[in-house]
């Protein structure tokens, strides 16, 4: 059984900073991509970031590139998401999601089988 468990989310205002976690569990997190999505009220879950199974490769939506930064620690079995100059656009709840069987990411949200709980991030103006 492969479990996701996000944390880390909260209220913040413009310009802040937030790291989120996610912790994996499962044998083969190490050879897995991973990725982060986002959905916000009345919107599609739309890609954040996704990240290799060494974390040598990665790659960002056009909207947080620059201010996010993902990276693993495979000896953690963890991911994690480091979210500087947030505006009120990052406003959504994040979702953590795992390619098991796949070295590398996508940016395509039907390409990830396993998903958190997801955990809100709200920023304020």
């Known amino acids: 059984q492969v479990q996701l468990v996000e944390s880390g989310g909260g209220l913040v205002q413009a310009g802040d900073s937030l790291r989120l976690s996610c912790a994996a569990s499962?044998?083969?997190?190490?050879?897995?991509?991973m990725a982060w999505f986002r959905q916000a009220p009345g919107k599609e879950r739309e890609f954040v970031a996704h990240i290799n199974w060494s974390g040598g490769s990665t790659a960002y939506a056009d909207s947080v590139k620059g201010r996010f930064t993902i990276s693993r620690d495979n000896a953690k079995n963890a991911v994690y998401l480091q979210m500087n100059s947030l505006k009120p656009e990052d406003t959504a709840v994040y979702y953590c999601a795992a390619r098991y069987g796949y070295s590398s990411g996508s940016e395509t949200r039907y390409e990830y089988r396993y998903w958190g709980q997801g955990t809100q991030v709200t920023v304020s103006s």
């Open positions: 499962g044998r083969t997190f190490s050879s897995s991509a």
